[in-house]
């Protein structure tokens, strides 16, 4: 089983970011190089998350070689014990047990290397560049990458200018002598503070919105509530984008008259014709005299910089229409369908009654197994068990992830709940505990992180929306957070149960991920001080969002969220069933 399971870790892995991808991406229509990009980011960070538990059990398997390699013959011990003396605490000499998944030296830092350092080349240098130049309304490549250039350059600027900071203070301090795997300790420390910075704020939020849904998902008639809710606020959106697209196609309409067929700009015309759609192509068409010629001395002819933003704005205006007429189509059947669940809790012959059939058949094998009993106990009576059942083991999750953020600096005694788990099972060397709690320990964490850069919404510039309604720049925007984000949290890990020396205090084997890390003592107030008391923050995180303080200051900016106890949500909810209703009819 040498190396098997990391073969079999990273093949999984590959396809598990595939299948998320698709479900945001549109792998018709977006260029290659987008979805190559954004799947080779989402792996690497998926990788890190799935093979660094491997890491620590390989780790503890080394420890425990060295250990008996270098503790003292069981003769001399007793000869110390027959004179009196009595040895000192060296382990006793025992045999070692290979993990099942033990992978062999001098692999695991080669690997950790190469994905470490590609995903910090996408999200600080390749990722950035390929946002400007997808946002970009250049009808050439020259122009796309000259316009993506401009708009990285002050990025670019501010990256040299914090690593120069850290570089300068590592110089001109004395008790340094500058070489060069220093040099990319201060990399690393400069990316890992800023991904910290921001994981801290993520993850305070996660902690507790994600237990909490499911118990509010538990409540009967809260999702339907929610969803009415969600039906106004995007039937506004809806109406937006419909009146923003139909500004742009005019503007479209008088630039396709006034540039004429033999005019050197219309082929920027064309091009932009192509992505309009296709009942507006088909309406520019009609309306047009290919055969009049241009007059070269009217000055009323819009310039190529003017189409090159009308191109752009037609790309967003296009995109932001198909995806809310999407959303519209799938939020209209969420909520039939929670309607319908009401009506059949009250059902006495417990026969699931649809009121709609959607318009995507259902799978011959689904159709089976989910019968319309199945439907009706597991929808009206088993699903909102199980929610709260979920609800209180993430909740339990959480409270222990808390606590260990504030108490995992303290190593006498051990108040780290995972480095409490982790040290109990090394001392039985039981390798398929330690994996198994690594793997739920950062898997938790991970799900806390993820699902929140999956829900933020940055107005419209940023928005993961699932059915492949997500445009390019969100999908290198999550990219390039997700590298950004997962180092840190992994660290944190490590941190959290002990296994990183520098908090641990012990002269012990690292990890293959900690070596490739480096030692941030060469930054001693981030390694003694922002690393350690910074995550603490995450208490006060937590209690903002469990008393909903940014909802609330949202809801005063004009930003309207759904609260039980607002008046405006109420209207908003009214406003959704009167809609719904009206679809009905």
């Given at each position: 089983?040498?190396?098997?399971?990391?073969?079999?870790?990273?093949?999984?892995?590959?396809?598990?970011?595939l299948?998320?991808?698709?479900?945001?991406?549109?792998?018709?229509?977006?260029?290659?190089?987008?979805?190559?990009?954004?799947?080779?980011?989402?792996?690497l960070?998926?990788?890190?998350?799935?093979?660094?538990?491997?890491?620590?059990?390989?780790?503890?398997?080394n420890?425990?070689?060295?250990?008996?390699?270098?503790?003292?013959?069981?003769?001399?011990?007793?000869?110390?014990?027959?004179?009196?003396s009595?040895?000192?605490?060296?382990?006793?000499?025992?045999?070692?047990?290979?993990?099942?998944?033990?992978?062999?030296?001098?692999?695991?830092?080669?690997?950790?290397?190469?994905?470490?350092?590609?995903?910090?080349?996408?999200?600080?240098?390749?990722?950035?560049?390929?946002?400007?130049?997808?946002?970009?309304?250049?009808?050439?490549?020259?122009?796309?990458?000259?316009?993506?250039?401009?708009?990285?350059?002050?990025?670019?600027?501010?990256?040299?200018?914090?690593?120069?900071?850290?570089?300068?203070?590592?110089?001109?301090?004395?008790n340094?002598?500058?070489?060069?795997?220093?040099?990319?300790?201060?990399?690393?420390?400069?990316?890992?503070?800023w991904?910290?910075?921001?994981?801290?704020?993520?993850?305070?939020?996660?902690?507790?919105?994600?237990?909490?849904?499911?118990?509010n998902?538990?409540?009967?008639?809260?999702?339907?509530?929610?969803?009415?809710?969600?039906?106004?606020?995007?039937?506004?959106?809806?109406?937006?984008?419909?009146?923003?697209?139909?500004?742009?196609?005019?503007?479209?309409?008088?630039?396709?008259?006034?540039?004429?067929?033999?005019?050197?700009?219309?082929?920027?015309?064309?091009?932009i014709?192509?992505?309009?759609?296709?009942?507006?192509?088909?309406?520019?068409?009609?309306?047009?005299?290919?055969?009049?010629?241009?007059?070269?001395r009217?000055?009323?002819?819009?310039?190529?910089?003017?189409?090159?933003?009308?191109?752009?704005?037609?790309?967003?205006?296009?995109q932001?229409?198909?995806?809310?007429?999407?959303?519209?189509?799938?939020?209209?059947?969420?909520?039939?369908?929670?309607?319908?669940?009401?009506?059949?809790?009250?059902?006495?012959?417990?026969?699931?009654?649809?009121?709609?059939?959607?318009?995507?058949?259902?799978?011959?094998?689904?159709?089976?197994?989910?019968?319309?009993?199945?439907?009706?106990?597991?929808?009206?009576?088993?699903?909102?068990?199980?929610?709260?059942?979920?609800?209180?083991?993430?909740?339990?999750?959480s409270?222990?992830?808390?606590?260990?953020?504030?108490?995992?600096?303290?190593?006498?005694?051990?108040?780290?709940?995972?480095?409490?788990?982790?040290?109990?099972?090394?001392?039985?060397?039981?390798?398929?505990?330690?994996?198994?709690?690594c793997?739920?320990?950062?898997?938790?964490?991970?799900?806390?992180?993820?699902?929140?850069?999956?829900?933020?919404?940055?107005?419209?510039?940023?928005?993961?929306?699932?059915?492949?309604?997500?445009?390019?720049?969100?999908?290198?925007?999550?990219?390039?957070?997700?590298?950004?984000?997962?180092?840190?949290?992994?660290?944190?890990?490590?941190?959290?149960?002990h296994?990183?020396?520098?908090?641990?205090?012990?002269?012990?084997?690292?990890?293959?991920?900690?070596?490739?890390?480096?030692?941030?003592?060469?930054?001693?107030?981030?390694?003694?001080?922002?690393?350690?008391?910074?995550p603490?923050?995450?208490?006060?995180?937590?209690?903002?969002?469990?008393?909903?303080?940014?909802?609330?200051?949202?809801?005063?900016?004009?930003?309207?969220?759904?609260?039980?106890?607002?008046?405006?949500?109420?209207?908003?909810i009214?406003?959704?069933?009167?809609?719904?209703?009206?679809?009905?009819?």
């Open positions: 089983m040498s190396g098997a399971a990391l073969g079999i870790e990273i093949i999984f892995v590959f396809f598990l970011a299948f998320i991808l698709h479900r945001y991406g549109d792998f018709k229509k977006q260029h290659r190089l987008v979805i190559i990009a954004t799947l080779l980011a989402w792996y960070c998926f990788l890190i998350v799935f093979i660094l538990p491997l890491d620590v059990s390989t780790t503890i398997y420890r425990c070689k060295l250990a008996v390699n270098s503790s003292p013959p069981e003769s001399s011990s007793s000869n110390n014990i027959i004179n009196g009595y040895p000192t605490s060296a382990p006793r000499k025992h045999k070692c047990f290979e993990p099942w998944s033990y992978i062999p030296d001098g692999i695991m830092p080669i690997f950790w290397r190469v994905v470490y350092w590609t995903s910090q080349f996408l999200t600080w240098i390749l990722l950035p560049f390929m946002q400007s130049y997808a946002r970009s309304g250049g009808f050439s490549i020259t122009g796309k990458i000259k316009t993506a250039l401009i708009e990285n350059a002050i990025y670019y600027g501010t990256y040299l200018l914090i690593f120069g900071a850290f570089l300068i203070y590592v110089a001109v301090n004395p340094f002598n500058l070489q060069w795997n220093q040099l990319q300790t201060i990399g690393i420390a400069a990316a890992n503070t991904g910290l910075f921001l994981l801290v704020l993520l993850l305070g939020y996660g902690l507790v919105e994600i237990p909490r849904s499911h118990w998902g538990a409540k009967r008639g809260y999702l339907l509530m929610k969803t009415y809710f969600k039906v106004a606020k995007l039937m506004t959106e809806k109406a937006d984008a419909e009146e923003n697209l139909e500004d742009i196609m005019e503007e479209v309409r008088k630039v396709n008259e006034s540039i004429k067929y033999n005019h050197p700009l219309r082929k920027c015309v064309d091009t014709l192509k992505k309009c759609p296709t009942e507006y192509q088909e309406k520019m068409g009609r309306n047009m005299d290919d055969y009049e010629d241009f007059d070269d009217q000055n009323n002819y819009p310039s190529e910089k003017s189409l090159v933003k009308l191109h752009k704005q037609v790309i967003y205006s296009v932001r229409h198909r995806r809310t007429q999407v959303q519209w189509r799938i939020l209209l059947e969420q909520a039939f369908y929670l309607e319908d669940v009401a009506k059949n809790e009250t059902s006495a012959t417990r026969q699931f009654v649809h009121t709609f059939q959607f318009q995507e058949p259902e799978n011959r094998i689904t159709r089976y197994f989910y019968t319309p009993t199945v439907e009706w106990y597991w929808e009206c009576l088993l699903r909102p068990w199980f929610y709260r059942i979920l609800a209180i083991v993430l909740a339990t999750f409270v222990i992830v808390v606590w260990s953020e504030c108490t995992f600096f303290s190593t006498k005694p051990v108040l780290s709940l995972f480095a409490v788990f982790i040290q109990l099972a090394e001392r039985t060397y039981n390798y398929i505990y330690i994996e198994m709690a793997f739920l320990t950062i898997f938790f964490l991970s799900i806390c992180v993820y699902s929140t850069v999956f829900r933020i919404r940055v107005f419209n510039y940023y928005y993961l929306a699932s059915h492949h309604q997500t445009d390019a720049y969100s999908l290198l925007f999550s990219g390039m957070l997700f590298c950004r984000l997962t180092p840190p949290l992994c660290l944190n890990f490590l941190g959290l149960t296994m990183d020396s520098s908090i641990s205090h012990k002269n012990t084997q690292a990890t293959a991920y900690t070596s490739i890390m480096g030692s941030m003592r060469v930054l001693s107030f981030i390694a003694d001080g922002f690393y350690i008391y910074y603490m923050l995450v208490v006060i995180l937590c209690i903002a969002t469990y008393f909903s303080l940014g909802t609330r200051c949202l809801n005063l900016l004009g930003f309207q969220q759904f609260m039980g106890d607002n008046e405006m949500t109420s209207d908003f009214d406003e959704g069933k009167e809609l719904i209703r009206r679809v009905h009819f």
